[in-house]
């Protein structure tokens, strides 16, 4: 039974990272840039999640405030730190974003301090079937993950902009040349990520109540490994390399042994599949020219 | 004996230098004179090991053209291992030995080089942000596993102690390695290996063409650097007496990066500069803005790199950075770097073939050659 417990959790969890994991590699796709602050926008998510609880006390309006605002929040940093950026260096594009993360986590260590907070969600029972024991939180993270998974598949591929945005991964100045405002693209690219964000500060935070400047740090570095495991860029691969990260994550927690070395064997993870497949298990590799 | 290759520059190249060793004489004979305060002392010693970190890690980036946010991983292993040898030998070698330190400041910049070559061979396979992932990931796992070590092994969660050695005289062994660390690096880059590293940087494809034998010099470049990380995580741990782990994480890696990256991508004398004012500010800073105020450093650190990396890199800014550029000032004489050589009296004779290409030969280097040259012809290629 302990199996099922675990590997319920792991799928959760791995919801979790891919949710995150689909807004770097979208950004990734689509911009070109490893946005380093985006694990930070989990933290502004988490932080609005706080305050709306404790002015209304209802978890879905602060939910839905706080994917307004990190939608808000995500398309100002893009705007005003990275779109005057586009064409320069990756390296400078990357030390920008490092910048922004920084920004991001000392204004919240100015309005919150740096004592960690609580946030108070309704206490709900445990599910019991049989011997088995599930948290409902774990599940509503595990239903929920789906279908934000589903939902953005689908957006991708029947919607107009879902396809400017496939066509913009593929080929910038291509879709530039048809007609597609590839700069609004890359905005909305923002959007969803940040929005993305947010849910995953709320599940986060359903598993892990106490909220610090650095929240948003672990889970977004290990959310971007789990992208880098299923090929940066790709949609599927950003799901999967979550979902396989969270698996390894909640087994590793298990086994008494190993639980103090899980971070470390997730990074190992990610350096032998990177050896195996330099490109991520669905990343295409791109033939270089001179 | 010619100590420094400067190759065909001019000796000005080096004016970070040598203002470094001058810095170490006179820092030497005041602690020696006259006593240095202990913050004085220990600021020295933080400044040197930020400078030896971003030299080295200026070298991977700067100069291979890959990025690497792993650079804290190979300083905690050289802390670790070089802190731990060090007291190990210690009731051996006695107190304040210096064969103690340079032996444990050899070993742990070994170990540091040595997981360079391993995580370096396969990992070189990977470009660009791969790398830095992997990078980043090695980091995190070095740091791990020195967490969960025993309190007997290397102290766990508590830290290592590591020997004290005289603080009167320590700085004078960091002043040493960084001055060592500086003449590898800038003779490395000046040399044959520099240029097929540099030349790896700017074009792979076209570098392995020319035969270029890409792999070691990745790795050449990769384990100095990495060697230089463990070197200064040694002096570290030799300046705190103690190692933390939690220390070293990707934060730190990136705290060194920011620091190459302000002081000039590829630019020795940049990282030095860079890497010593931001440290001399971080620190005072910490001193004035004390209490709830000390987060302002950190806000004021993160608007002052986003802007100053937007002003330099983007492309919209492009006309205002050349109409305020400082270099412009102070070297107003600045010449095309490409420049035809200009010899007018070898026109008399009609030109051979092989004399011919001698005129047209471009010559595309900063030409100290050309220096008497008072009216040179600009290339129009």
Known sequence: MEIITTLINGLSIGGIYAMIALGYTMVYGIAKMLNFAHGDIIMVGGYTIYVFMNITGHPLIAVAVAVVFCVLIGVTIEKVAYKPLRGASPLAVLITAIGVSYLLQSLAQIIFGSAPKMVQFPDIKPIQIGSLKIQVYTLITLVASIIVMVLLTLFVKYTNIGRAMLATSEDRSATELMGINVNSVITITFAIGSALAALAGLFYLLKAPNISNTFGSMPGIKAFTAAVIGGIGSIPGAMLGGILLGMVEAISYNIPAIAPYTDAIEFLILIVILLVKPAGILGKRRREKV | ?381
């Open chain 2, 1 to 381: 004996m010619k100590i420094f290759h400067f190759g065909r520059k001019s000796l000005s190249h080096y004016y970070s230098t040598f203002a470094i060793i001058i810095a170490a004489i006179v820092f030497f004979v005041l602690s020696i004179s006259i006593g240095l305060e202990k913050s004085t002392i220990f600021l020295l010693e933080k400044v040197i090991i930020a400078v030896i970190l971003a030299v080295s890690l200026n070298l991977v980036v700067g100069f291979l053209g890959e990025l690497s946010l792993g650079h804290a991983g190979f300083m905690c292993l050289g802390a670790y291992l070089g802190g731990k040898f060090a007291t190990i030998v210690e009731p051996t070698l006695g107190k304040d030995s210096p064969l103690n330190l340079v032996l444990s400041i050899l070993i742990g910049g070994a170990v540091a080089a040595i997981f360079g070559l391993v995580i370096g061979l396969p990992a070189l396979r990977l470009k660009g942000d791969y790398l830095a992932i992997v990078t980043l990931g090695f980091g995190e796992i070095v740091k791990s596993v020195f967490q969960n070590t025993t309190r007997e092994s290397f102290g766990g969660a508590l830290g290592l102690e590591t020997p004290r050695f005289n603080k009167d005289y320590l700085f004078i062994y960091c002043f040493g390695a960084l001055i060592i660390s500086l003449w590898v690096s800038i003779n490395l880059i000046n040399s044959k290996h520099g240029r097929a590293i540099t030349s790896i940087r700017d074009n792979e494809i076209a570098a392995r063409a020319t035969g270029i034998n890409v792999t070691k010099y990745k790795l050449l470049a990769f384990t100095v650097s990495s060697f230089f990380a463990g070197v200064a995580g040694v002096l570290y741990s030799f300046s705190n007496y103690n190692v933390q782990s939690s220390k070293f994480g990707y934060n730190y890696s990136i705290e060194i990066l920011v620091m190459v990256v302000l002081g000039g991508i590829g630019s020795i004398n940049g990282s030095i500069i860079a890497a010593a004012l931001i440290t001399f500010i971080n620190t005072e800073l910490a001193q004035i803005l004390t209490g709830n105020l000390a987060v302002l450093q950190n806000l004021f650190y993160a608007i002052i790199l986003i802007v100053i990396v937007i002003y330099g890199n983007s492309p919209a800014l492009a006309g205002i950075r050349e109409k305020y550029d400082p270099s412009k000032l102070f070297d107003k004489k600045r010449k095309d770097p490409s420049t035809i050589k200009k010899d007018d009296a070898k026109w008399n004779k009609i030109p051979t073939k092989i004399a011919m290409d001698e005129l047209l030969s471009v010559d595309v280097s900063n030409s100290d050659d050309n220096e008497n040259d008072t009216n040179n012809t600009k290339g129009g290629n």
